[in-house]
């Protein structure tokens, strides 16, 4: 690896880069690039420090994106090893972490492992930041999601209702997610309804 890559501007202009890459669904290359990000932020300034944190959740991304999820689940695992190591088990980047797991697994199609992994992780929200927080609201909504998917309608329809009553005190009526949460209950009801 060349010793440009060591200069903290040199890395992040390569994250940046990584980022167009994957948003032009260029994925692979770049996975590449986060590759040698991570191993320089790592040699550069260790396991624990934010931005390796926050390569290993770019890389992590981006290989979800292209199926690879055993290696995310890693990655992960390790981002929410560190943060209850620095954090604690309620900080808000450790529950971050947690839900990215969580999702991983659920696109992965590990349903019943997503299941209590977005129970726990909502569970301690409402615990650290109470009810009606977005994320919060957001872990609900994964919830609900997964219960649906597994079948459970009647349960994701009772979860979709009670997300609609909050998202609409906390981000309005009109709101984007208000309105997905509105389509989902939708969803939800009528596949209660014909199963």
Same mark, same amino acid.
């Given at each position: 690896?060349?010793?440009?890559?060591?200069?903290?501007?040199? @890395?992040?202009?390569?994250? %940046?880069? /990584?980022?167009?890459?994957?948003? %032009?669904?260029?994925?692979?290359? /770049?996975? =590449?690039?986060?590759?040698?990000?991570?191993? /320089?932020?790592?040699?550069?300034?260790?396991?624990?420090?934010?931005?390796?944190?926050?390569?290993?959740?770019?890389? %992590?991304?981006?290989?979800? %994106?292209?199926?690879?999820?055993?290696?995310?689940?890693?990655?992960?695992?390790?981002?929410?090893?560190?943060?209850?190591?620095?954090?604690?088990?309620?900080?808000?980047?450790?529950?971050?972490?947690?839900?990215?797991? /969580?999702?991983?697994?659920? =696109?992965?199609?590990?349903?019943?492992? =997503?299941?209590?992994?977005?129970?726990?992780?909502?569970?301690?929200?409402?615990?650290?930041?109470?009810?009606?927080?977005?994320?919060?609201?957001?872990?609900?909504?994964?919830?609900?999601?997964? @219960?649906?998917?597994?079948?459970?309608?009647?349960? =994701?329809?009772? @979860?979709?209702?009670?997300?609609?009553?909050?998202?609409?005190?906390?981000?309005?009526?009109?709101?984007?997610?208000?309105?997905?949460?509105?389509?989902?209950?939708?969803?939800?009801?009528?596949?209660?309804?014909?199963?």
């Amino acid at each position: 690896m060349s010793q440009e890559i060591f200069n903290g501007s040199a @890395l992040s202009l390569k994250e %940046a880069e /990584a980022r167009e890459l994957h948003s %032009a669904k260029r994925v692979p290359e /770049a996975v =590449a690039v986060l590759r040698e990000v991570l191993a /320089a932020r790592l040699e550069l300034q260790g396991e624990r420090h934010f931005q390796t944190i926050n390569a290993r959740s770019g890389l %992590a991304r981006s290989l979800r %994106a292209i199926h690879q999820y055993d290696e995310c689940f890693l990655i992960y695992s390790e981002n929410i090893r560190i943060h209850q190591e620095k954090l604690g088990p309620e900080h808000p980047q450790t529950l971050r972490s947690l839900s990215r797991l /969580a999702n991983t697994y659920f =696109a992965a199609g590990r349903y019943e492992d =997503a299941r209590p992994m977005f129970e726990e992780i909502l569970a301690r929200r409402v615990k650290a930041l109470g009810r009606k927080h977005p994320d919060t609201l957001r872990s609900r909504s994964s919830l609900a999601n997964t @219960l649906a998917t597994l079948g459970r309608h009647d349960e =994701a329809a009772k @979860l979709h209702q009670k997300i609609i009553e909050d998202r609409v005190r906390v981000l309005g009526s009109d709101h984007e997610r208000t309105e997905l949460s509105r389509k989902r209950l939708a969803t939800s009801r009528q596949a209660a309804r014909t199963s």
